[in-house]
């Protein structure tokens, strides 16, 4: 069992930054490919970021590519989503995810655990 707790959500404007933290507590951090989806209202879950579990390999969907870092601490079972340049569709809850055997990095249901997610609004 993996439990993720995010954190470093919150309003920000357009143009601004932020970082994302999600501290994980359970089995061996350093084992499972995290990644970041985000939900806004009324629409699907959709993919962010994803880093392998050796932080050796990062992904990153269209929408945030050149102005998103995913990085990972396994010493301090955490990973971090930085965005900057946000803009106001970027505004969603932002989960984070841990899964164990992940193929194509993107899709939901390959991730085994999530966390509650944080709220990230960007004003215009």
């Known amino acids: 069992q993996v439990q993720l707790v995010e954190s470093g959500g919150g309003l920000v404007q357009t143009g601004g930054s932020l970082r994302l933290s999600c501290a994980a507590s359970g089995r061996t951090f350093s084992s499972y490919v995290m990644g970041w989806f985000r939900q806004a209202p009324g629409k699907e879950r959709e993919f962010v970021a994803a880093?392998?579990?050796?932080?050796?390999?990062?992904y990153y969907a269209e929408s945030v590519k050149g102005r998103s870092t995913i990085s990972r601490d396994n010493a301090k079972s955490t990973v971090y989503l930085r965005m900057n340049s946000l803009k106001p569709e970027d505004t969603a809850v932002y989960y984070c995810a841990a899964g164990l055997v992940v193929d194509t990095y993107t899709r939901p249901n390959e991730y085994d655990y999530w966390g509650q997610g944080t709220q990230v609004t960007v004003s215009s």
């Open positions: 880093i392998s579990w050796s932080g050796g390999g990062t």
